[in-house]
């Protein structure tokens, strides 16, 4: 499942990921896609363009870009940093492990903008238990065969972005719909619809809490009635009239 993301701007295209600790520049060269020490790994990524985003990944992510990176690194305080090149800004996560073995993915190596890290990792290609894997917008998963796939997770999956929104939108209300069935309980619904709230603020800068409460509300109202991909259907197209232009 997704633990962090951040998105950093990079004055001279060097980005550090790994250890808490200082990184020592003196043993990275700066030339390749990738260089690596026993703690660090400095990723080649666009300098003063755009930012840089990286996702990062606990047990289960997408397998998507290409791998530059797979090994363990030493965490001696078992937090995850993620770190622009001077140092100017940088952003770290506790983790489970002190030598986590570790996947790193890029879109376009030598010139990374988007960075996927997948934390303790297996490469066991395994479908999300709610779509098929490998269709858009969802990626093949590596999942960890010790981390079993619960509905949270499928949940938490389909809300990991924002491309494609009525088809995340949709697997989303089908694990809410399978856990109304399976535990019937309001609350647990309740609970992933507030979720869903908080996703959809993010489909345009002009949504507000309010449009998005209502438009839970009718979640709420039409759950089981229609269709998983009907019912996202129908609230997309309700939110994107009251918002009086298109969503994305």
């Known amino acids: 499942m997704q633990i962090g993301a951040v998105q950093l701007y990079l004055g001279h295209g060097h980005l550090f990921l790994g250890a808490s600790n200082a990184v020592d520049l003196a043993v990275f060269d700066g030339d390749g896609a990738v260089t690596a020490t026993e703690h660090h790994v400095r990723i080649a990524a666009r300098p003063q363009t755009g930012p840089v985003r990286v996702r990062l990944w606990q047990g289960a992510g997408p397998r998507v870009g290409r791998l530059v990176f797979d090994g363990n690194l030493k965490l001696p305080d078992a937090r995850f940093c993620i770190e622009e090149g001077t140092g100017a800004s940088r952003y770290a996560v506790k983790v ?3 030598s986590p073995r570790v996947l790193i993915a890029v879109d376009d190596p030598g010139h990374a903008s988007r960075v996927d890290v997948v ?16 269709e858009p917008p969802f990626p093949k998963l590596t999942v960890s065969p010790t981390a079993p796939r619960h509905r949270a997770d499928a949940f938490a999956d389909a809300l990991a972005g924002h491309d494609f929104p009525r088809r995340r939108l949709a697997a989303a209300l089908m694990v809410v719909s399978e856990e109304r069935r399976q535990r019937n309980s309001e609350q647990s619904v309740a609970f992933y619809v507030n979720d869903i709230v908080e996703w959809l603020r993010w489909l345009n800068d002009r949504l507000t809490y309010e449009m998005c409460r209502d438009t839970g509300r009718q979640l709420l109202g039409q759950l089981g009635l229609r269709t998983p991909d009907l019912l996202a259907e129908d609230v997309l197209n309700d939110l994107q009239r009251r918002l009086g232009h298109p969503l994305i």
């Open 96 to 98: 489970t492990s002190y």
């Open 119 to 134: 934390l303790e990792p297996e490469f066991v290609p395994r479908s999300a238990q709610v779509w098929t894997a490998g």
